[in-house]
């Protein structure tokens, strides 16, 4: 009697149990056709995915194999044709889970993977993402839709940028993997530097490397405002670059102009605020500004609360640090919220 009602009462736990597995179809060829082999290091130490729900029914999402053989053999699907290089895919995060409400939820999708091009020497990294992504109840109940969806959207995202991104230089050991992040955080000269080079910096790598563009000088306007960077009789505006230095302060390009960069114990960081951030319309009410890091088009030629002297005066905006392994910015949780 007790082992039927056993069965009866887990028969009825599985009934109201739903699976979504992760759908990794979407195409991740590679048009250089660069990669000779793929390895997936999971290094997540929880293998499952998470759980959200669907009305009253739980949805656990999975992937239909393993995280490790599934994104492989997605790989070696949609590239066939073999090249030189070996590229390795460190999973480090993958959880979705939901916030229950009291009449809503919001289903929240946790990712963080990493690349790596494995030469002779170790490992060298490539890409990064760190992505947290939510989706409201009140939007879709398929949760569990959603947000499968999206982990397959930023995989493929990683994917195709990491096959046009260059490897860094530094290298880790296989052993050292999971700490790559602070190893490869100790070489990066900016970080370290006690003074800063003077002129301009195409991306975040070379800004974090403290390796200006050869040639440039910088040009300001009668009220102090770089506008241009300026070798022979190339002249680029200022907006192009990812940051610059300026007689002896570095400023990051943001879409409403630039600000200072500043530096503390835990990485290098801006003081702005969402609106500087993420301008929500211009007067014709068109979007700008919703890029998450880097240089946004459309920059207006204009400065936010540029100061001269070692420090920013009269600053309301809360330090966001920028990502040294994607140029990103690292928004606080509460950013932009009222208190």
Do not use: C
């Not at 995989?155 to 290298?171: A, V």
């Not at 204009?302 to 990502?323: E, F, W």
Request: hydrophobic share 35%; net charge neutral.
């Amino acid at each position: 009697m007790k082992k039927t009602l056993f069965f009866l009462l887990f028969s009825m736990v599985l009934l109201g149990q739903k699976i979504e597995t992760i759908d990794l179809s979407k195409s991740i060829k590679d048009n250089k056709n660069s990669i000779k082999s793929f390895t997936v290091i999971d290094q997540r130490a929880n293998q499952e995915v998470g759980m959200v729900m669907y009305h009253k029914d739980e949805v656990k999402i999975i992937f239909e194999n393993n995280a490790g053989k599934d994104i492989t053999d997605w790989f070696y699907k949609y590239n066939p044709v073999r090249g030189n290089d070996d590229m390795v895919l460190l999973l480090e995060r993958l959880n979705i889970s939901e916030d229950k409400k009291e009449k809503y939820s919001i289903g929240k999708l946790e990712l963080r993977a990493s690349t790596f091009i494995k030469k002779e020497d170790g490992y060298h990294f490539i890409d990064r993402k760190d992505t947290i992504a939510t989706v409201s109840s009140r939007i879709t109940p398929y949760l569990a839709q959603s947000l499968s969806r999206k982990a397959t959207l930023i995989l493929t995202d990683l994917f195709k940028e990491s096959y046009k991104g260059e490897p860094w230089e530094f290298s880790v050991s296989e052993s050292d993997l999971p700490s790559y992040g602070s190893l490869l955080k100790e070489k990066l000269s900016i970080l370290n530097a006690n003074e800063l080079k003077e002129g301009v910096y195409k991306d975040y790598y070379s800004f974090f490397t403290h390796n200006p563009e050869p040639g440039f000088t910088l040009q300001a306007n009668d009220k102090g405002v770089v506008t241009k960077a300026v070798k022979g009789e190339e002249k680029t505006g200022i907006r192009h670059f990812y940051a610059f230095v300026y007689k002896g302060i570095a400023y990051k390009n943001i879409p409403v102009g630039y600000t200072e960069i500043f530096k503390d114990e835990n990485g290098v960081f801006i003081e702005v605020t969402k609106a500087e951030l993420f301008p929500e319309t211009t007067a014709s009410g068109v979007t700008i500004g919703v890029a998450a890091g880097g240089l946004v088009g459309g920059v207006i030629g204009a400065v936010i609360d540029v100061s001269l002297s070692n420090k920013k005066k009269n600053t309301l905006g809360p330090k966001v640090y920028l990502d040294p392994f994607t140029g990103n910015y690292l928004l606080p949780e509460d950013f932009g919220k009222t208190k």
